[in-house]
């Protein structure tokens, strides 16, 4: 029990570096949005939208390493990686909320 609990704590740790590591490409995307994101959405968050492909990309990719690196506990390696989701939506809301009321306030 407890190697299964290492496990998810160790890939729910080393995928929230995964999540963290979108955050400045968030902060430049929003500083720098440019045609193809303000075409992905019409309400101003493109940025956001480039920036939860970019994590869905590296996520997924992520995920198969993991199950790799730890194939006798894969599912405790996919549970942390899932838990890992948690933050990673907390911080698309933060991202919408942050882009999206900044949209508004310009718009009106």
Avoid: K
Avoid at 50 to 57: D, L, S, V
């Amino acid at each position: 029990m407890s190697r299964e609990l290492r496990v998810t704590a160790s890939v729910f740790g080393r995928t929230l570096w995964v999540v963290a590591a979108a955050i400045p490409f968030f902060y430049l995307a929003a500083a720098t949005e440019n045609e193809w994101m303000e075409s992905l959405s019409a309400d101003g968050v493109g940025s956001l939208y480039a920036t939860a492909g970019t994590w869905a990309f590296f996520l997924l990719a992520f995920l198969p390493v993991m199950l790799w690196r730890f194939p006798r506990a894969r599912l405790a390696a996919t549970a942390g990686w899932a838990l890992s989701l948690l933050p990673a939506a907390g911080l698309y809301a933060w991202g919408h909320s942050l882009l999206y009321c900044q949209a508004c306030s310009v718009a009106g």
